[in-house]
């Protein structure tokens, strides 16, 4: 049986502030497997943003282990860490954080840049990849020449590049009007459909109706989890398209 994708266990994050301890995240632990779609939500203040950045290990923990297909990230140099975030994690962002110099093909192109990849292999996954997006038609806009949706489709492409573990999104709706929001959700869907893992970092409670599971957080604890069962979740997709 294949190890988990990603596993907290009993993970603290605590800051300190002169004499004043703050425990941003309490002995959370939680496993997630391969092909969920999970929401994670919570009020301001809950930890979210504490729990996004060691999800994608951009922060570490204080105390308890984080792992990825069963291998320990808590305590690994920074440069091994880097590595990790570029081939197991695809990241994206609620201010989609293009390069604004670049075009849509480029800025898919550049977590493969930096894995090494030959130039002729990024342009064709980069186009396929744009392509799967409904966004071959754009490959040499630049960010200003494309609309909210468009650019958070152009992050996903670029989230994609190096075909990662798991996608991590923050807050994926939360600059987008209505109709962009959908064409995201559906996206998603069908990203998780092909077997993606995704996790949503989220104030958008719309989202509820795509998750296979959703972790409710309030200081810094998991408060309650909710789980969808396959029938509800595809049904959901179909009364969606």
Known sequence: MSAPVLC???VWKTYHMGPVRVDALKSMSFTISQGELILIVGPSGSGKSTL?????GLDRASQGTI???GKTISHLPTRRLAQIRNSKIGFVFQRFNLLPKYTAIENVEVPMLYAGRPKRWRRKRAM???DMVNLS???KHRPNELSGGQQQRVAIARALANDPLFLLADEPTGNLDTASGEEIIHLFLRLNGMGKTILVVTHDLELIRIATRVLYIRDGTIESE???DGNHHRSLEI???
């Open 8 to 10: 907290f266990d009993q």
């Open 52 to 56: 996004l950045h060691l999800l994608g």
């Open 239 to 241: 009364s969606g398209a």
């Open 137 to 139: 038609d754009r490959a």
């Open 128 to 130: 396929e990849l744009l």
């Open 67 to 69: 792992q990825i297909e």
């Open 226 to 228: 909710e789980r969808k």
